[in-house]
């Protein structure tokens, strides 16, 4: 069938997308993780969500302009969960979002102090009058069954209340979570023991010591969670708060006057545009990115790079937000500013990738959606098989009131034997039923992930290595090949000119010399190499011709006319493909200089060759070192050039790498596809290390892209890990760090799922009939509390990775 003009049109575009950031509170746990993540997910127009238990944030993507932001906050809040849109611009609103979560947690805290007061002091009360002889002998009435009674009335009614409330709610709206677990054990415990109480001819004991026990427990490892959650989003908060608060503008600028510092005005640094003139004193932060158009200095920028050595500023050097000015005044000219200034993008990638998950954690994700509905069914299954086979198959079985210890009896209803108090099969049944409920912890499995990147990401931007994500994380563990880029990479880029070679009859007095003509088309372009000739052509004070009609072909040449004459720069492939003959004496000299680690530039006048320029770029100080770390932890290292050859491996011999791990005379758009020739044919997992530049595309094929910060956006979008300082050590560092920080989200998850996996059969009374041990349900409550704080602190042990990790 022919198709009509209609069914031939071309596809439309996909819709653009955009972010919405939630400031998201109540969430307790991976359950309430999931309830969230469900909620934003049904809703119309979202296309996808991803929700923080740490850093209490949901990023939600969505149709541009298809989704309120506040209307999807209020549906949220709706259910349970109070939220706020973030507004993504601008430093004011990121600081108010800042100060409102702090105080906000400020509040949890303080408030959760207050309930532990309260719990521990109903605590120490009951424990007093738990030990009879030492209760009486203190005060009679610590002896008194209803007096614990009112104790554990209290502390259902004060501490208690709201965890048994937000249990509640999130049972109501379909979504229970830890509070409910604890909650319904805590009232169950109370409403046994009450029963008991009220009616002794049951033969039931009241253990009103259980429900203080477990909530204090509770609180008490719910507080130092609060406490670790705060240290492990310290190092954020400090990167937020280096953020400029106040700028001095120069109304009228005038060199001459710049440095008296008149016309001088503070405003905040939000107002700053770009254009305009700001004077930086002595101890300033500099509140934009700019230029030095005055004065000299030092600037430490160990909050960039984590190099704390001061940099030399002067007029004409780049200055960035955030740094500290430290020995001289200067005025500078604004080019970025607000949300634009590398500081600002810097705090932007990292909470970006505090939200970004690791694809280990998505069997903890789907393990939390059900977690607490399996839960329930576990203490209902509990109590079924204990009350109505257990307790008759091993008819013995009995427990005590204070150690929860087997006590051989054939009993099976209350009595006192010996000043030990023994259970009927419905309390023995109903008490591992309430340890199930309350020794289950989600919350450990929704901070096993979120907690390690939180910690992680923001300790390398401390040393200026950004990292994007929990999924970057896994992916640098399975790496197996790191590849390398030569120029910029592992030389200094800073290349200069170490041969002119003039030949036929440009050896001869020309109008202008082979230089000049080099330097005058090199203007058309930006690479290390013409920075190089046209550096050579100022220090030799060479007046440098006019050129027109610039055209460049990346990683092979450039062409341009000047004064008349048609002018080609390029290596070989590109000069012979402009029909440029090469002499004898050239081929002979290209090798040559090539072994000595040059790069050859041939430059065509009038498709004639008039003559070879060789440049040198150094080895970085570094790269012997970082290569040879690299090896030792398992790593294959390649070098991959689009220079010949014998440069390339005049590099690689200092640096101890075979041939076969050399390619060269690769061009820019060629080395994606060698990349990906890697991955397939090898199976290999592949970093590719390049300057963020002319490796964009190579950057993006790799698994994972690491790029030396050039001062450009490319870097940050490309890359999965930019490296802010100017040391190639970083590369070890950034792969030393992302392999600690994804152990240790390993080592918890595996804690989380060891713990629920084992505490769970443990409290179902699993060792009761061979050993004689169960957990009661306050020793439950203690465990439950234990794992969560665990798991954060063990977190926060990755702040000694740095002590380990040193600079060569």
Known sequence: MQLTPKTQLTPEPSPTLEKIILDVGGMKCAGCVSAVERQLTQYPGVKSACVNLATEVAVVESETGAVDPDTLAQRLTSAGFPTQPRQTRGKIAQETALDQKEARRRQEMGSSFQQLIIAGLLLVLSGIGHFGNMGGAILPILNNIWFHCGLATLAIIIPGRPIIVDGWRGWRRSSPNMNTLVGLGTLTAYTASLVALLFPQMGWECFFDEPVMMLSFILLGRTLEQQARGRASAAFRELLTLQPQLARLILNPDPEKIGLGTNIVEIPAEKVRVGEWLQVLPGDKIPVDGEVRFGQTTVNESMLTGEAVPVMKQPGNMVSAGTLNQSGAMAIVATRTGSDTTLAQIVSL??????RKAPVQKLADTVAGYFTYGVLTASVLTFVFWFFWGTHIWNDVTVSGGMEMMNHSPLSHTEVIDGVSTYSPLLTSLKLAIAVMVVACPCALGLATPTAILVGTAMGAERGLLIKGGDVLETV????????????????????????????????????????????????????????????????????????????????????????????????????????????????????????????????????????????????????????????????????????????????QPLGLDSADVIAGVLPSQKAALIQELQTQSAAKVAMVGDGINDAPALSQADVGIALYSGTDVAMETAEIVLMGDRLHDVVAAIQLSRCTFNKIRQNLFWAFAYNTIGIPLAAGVLLPSFGFILSPSGAAALMAFSSVSVVTNSILLRNWSSKIKDS
């Open 350 to 355: 990292v909470e970006t990738a505090q939200t």
């Open 477 to 652: 563990h399975q790496l197996d090949t790191v590849v390398f880029d030569k120029t910029g990479t592992l030389t200094t880029g800073n290349p200069t000119v170490t041969d002119c070679l003039p030949m036929g009859e440009w050896k001869d007095e020309k109008p202008y010399s082979l230089l000049q003509l080099a330097a005058a088309v090199e203007n058309g372009t930006y690479h290390p190499l013409a920075k190089a000739i046209q550096q050579a052509a100022q220090d030799q004070n060479l007046h440098i011709p006019e050129a027109v009609d610039f055209h460049t072909e990346p990683g092979l040449g450039v062409s341009a006319i000047v004064e008349g004459l048609s002018v080609i720069l390029g290596n070989c492939a590109f000069l012979t493909q402009h029909g440029v003959t090469w002499s004898d004496a050239a081929e002979q000299m290209i090798p040559e200089l090539a072994e000595n680690g040059k790069t050859v530039v041939g430059v065509a006048v009038g498709g004639n060759l008039a003559g070879l320029i060789a440049v040198q770029d150094p080895l970085r100080t570094d790269a012997q070192a970082t290569v040879k770390q690299l090896r030792d932890m398992g790593l294959r290292v390649m070098l991959l050039s689009g220079d010949r050859y014998e440069a390339a491996q005049a590099i690689a």
